[in-house]
């Protein structure tokens, strides 16, 4: 039988107030049992319109603060978080039969975070954020190879790379994070962490 916490939930789930440390936990274990980039996850944006769109992308840093990724400001995604900063995250990690998701407010990271990160990326990858209009049609792939060699010669120092302004972070500052485990006959295990008035952490046991 399988051992529960104080909520009647599987023990996986704990008995902790902070749903940073819990989520700590569960990604922890992602990143020993998904055998494919644990941190990868759904985000979703909207349009001014309200018409939204979802894109995988990487997460590259969490605290207590919120959930950060990097991009293009200029993309789909970057001009959507300028127009409508409410955003949605949902990690899915089928190896633990787990998922996260978790609503929140975007604001662009600083400009020393979004430097320290890009400074820590491979070289392709920087000459990439220069050479890339993220999705901006093409009229062929060569013109996108062109560009990347045209920034490989004008970067050929590859410890001088600076960081194009066009280029940072967002970090997701939470106002709900929800944790599910998947159930026999589709009776999953799900609880929900809500940030209230007095900025505390309130607990909620969801149906399946």
Same mark, same amino acid.
């Given at each position: 039988?399988?051992?529960?916490?104080?909520?009647?939930?599987? !023990?996986?789930?704990?008995?902790?107030?902070?749903? $940073?440390?819990?989520?700590?936990?569960?990604?922890?274990?992602?990143?020993?049992?998904?055998?494919?980039?644990?941190?990868?996850?759904?985000?979703?944006?909207? =349009? !001014?319109?309200?018409?939204?769109?979802?894109?995988?992308?990487?997460?590259?840093?969490?605290?207590?603060?919120? $959930?950060?990724? &990097?991009?293009?400001?200029?993309?789909?995604? /970057?001009?959507?978080?300028?127009?409508?900063? *409410?955003?949605?995250?949902? $990690?899915?990690? @089928?190896?633990?039969?787990?998922?996260?998701?978790?609503? /929140?407010?975007?604001?662009?990271? =600083?400009?020393?975070?979004?430097? !320290?990160? &890009?400074?820590?990326?491979?070289?392709?990858?920087?000459?990439?954020?220069?050479?890339?209009? %993220?999705? =901006?049609?093409?009229? *062929?792939?060569?013109?996108?190879?062109?560009?990347?060699?045209? $920034?490989? @010669?004008?970067?050929?120092? %590859?410890?001088?790379?600076?960081?194009?302004?066009?280029?940072?972070?967002?970090?997701? @500052?939470?106002?709900?994070?929800?944790?599910?485990?998947? /159930?026999?006959?589709?009776?999953?295990?799900?609880?929900? &962490?809500?940030?209230? @008035? *007095?900025?505390?952490?309130?607990?909620?046991?969801?149906?399946?």
């Amino acid at each position: 039988m399988n051992e529960k916490n104080s909520l009647g939930l599987n !023990k996986c789930f704990l008995d902790l107030d902070d749903p $940073f440390e819990l989520f700590g936990r569960w990604f922890d274990e992602a990143k020993k049992n998904e055998i494919n980039d644990p941190n990868a996850l759904a985000l979703g944006t909207a =349009s !001014k319109d309200g018409i939204p769109s979802v894109r995988m992308v990487l997460l590259k840093g969490f605290d207590k603060a919120g $959930f950060v990724f &990097y991009t293009n400001l200029n993309s789909q995604k /970057g001009n959507q978080i300028k127009d409508n900063p *409410n955003a949605t995250m949902c $990690f899915h990690w @089928k190896s633990l039969l787990r998922q996260i998701r978790i609503v /929140g407010v975007l604001s662009q990271v =600083s400009d020393d975070t979004a430097d !320290k990160y &890009y400074n820590s990326r491979g070289y392709e990858s920087r000459i990439g954020a220069w050479a890339s209009k %993220q999705s =901006s049609v093409l009229k *062929n792939r060569n013109e996108l190879l062109d560009s990347l060699e045209a $920034f490989r @010669k004008k970067y050929n120092n %590859q410890d001088k790379v600076p960081r194009p302004s066009h280029w940072s972070g967002f970090n997701l @500052k939470p106002s709900s994070i929800e944790f599910w485990l998947d /159930g026999d006959n589709r009776i999953h295990e799900r609880l929900k &962490y809500t940030l209230n @008035k *007095n900025n505390e952490w309130t607990k909620s046991l969801l149906s399946p």
